[in-house]
């Protein structure tokens, strides 16, 4: 990455921060201005002061968190992914597994949480896990599908008169026409992977995970500690995104390739 694309990737997030930062002014300010009790809204600046004050527990509880969010993700993710393969090759499975992913994906969370509390356990990490796994499973399961079927006819029938086998078309035809739904899908539910987790924690587990700390200062009507919360989550859940751009650009190199000669050759060409 030249000086010049670094310039202009630092230009883009600039629109975001500006929002940002006049978001935070104007909620600080219609708090202030309005008499807003902070029992309904506090103000950024206490949510702030609770963040540094309740560190040592709020870190805690987004590490614990993060990591059910992680492993759920990951375990989702894989195995979308080879049920994604499996139902590509064999039209049997994927007549017989894609409406009960379809049932699986309609099905609230809320309730799903207490099936698998009754299942694995209240206890544990594994319910909430299976949650997220179950909230991830089916976007990935649906994106890869589609990307390993909807390929041009003609590049089958050009890989065929080469006599390549099945497994020839998936690895230099299928696989890489599939990568960018799977990229997309994967922006998806990697920032739901931690809300997934939040929600699964409102019905059970140990009490050092965010959604029991949100949960508990809400009872006690300790807002601002709540808020705080909520803000570490956040955190979580865009480093996850981040991660899943960080995937989209190691595993497609041939996108920035593609991205900076157009930005490069034609100006005015969308990206």
Do not use: C
């Not at 003609?154 to 890989?159: H, K, N, S, V, Y």
């Not at 751009?245 to 000669?261: C, D, F, I, T, Y």
């Amino acid at each position: 990455m030249n000086l010049g694309d670094t310039v202009r990737r630092l230009r883009a997030l600039g629109p975001a921060l500006v929002v940002g930062v006049s978001g935070f002014v104007l909620w600080e300010g219609a708090v202030r201005v309005l008499g807003i009790s902070e029992f309904l809204l506090p103000k950024p600046t206490s949510i702030w002061a609770e963040l540094t004050r309740e560190w040592p527990v709020l870190r805690h509880a987004g590490w614990e968190t993060g990591r059910i969010a992680v492993s759920g993700l990951l375990v989702g993710v894989l195995v979308g992914v080879v049920m994604a393969f499996f139902t590509t090759r064999f039209r049997m499975l994927n007549e017989g597994l894609t409406p009960m992913a379809v049932a699986v994906n309609a099905t609230p969370i809320v309730a799903l949480a207490p099936i698998f509390n009754a299942w694995f356990g209240i206890t544990g990490t594994l319910s909430n896990q299976a949650v997220v796994m179950a909230v991830v499973f089916f976007p990935v399961f649906i994106n890869t599908a589609r990307g390993l079927t909807e390929v041009h006819p003609d590049e089958i029938e050009l890989m065929r008169s080469y006599a390549s086998g099945e497994w020839t078309i998936m690895r230099e035809v299928r696989i890489p026409n599939a990568l960018p739904f799977f990229a997309n899908a994967l922006r998806v539910v990697a920032p739901l992977s931690v809300i997934a987790a939040i929600v699964a924690e409102y019905f059970g587990g140990p009490q050092d995970r965010i959604g029991n700390v949100i949960t508990s200062n809400a009872a006690f009507a300790r807002y601002d500690v709540a808020w705080a919360a909520i803000a570490v989550a956040s955190v979580v859940g865009l480093a996850l995104f981040a991660a899943a751009l960080l995937v989209e650009r190691v595993s497609m190199p041939w996108r920035l390739a593609v991205g900076g000669s157009d930005h490069n050759n034609t100006p005015g060409r969308e990206q």
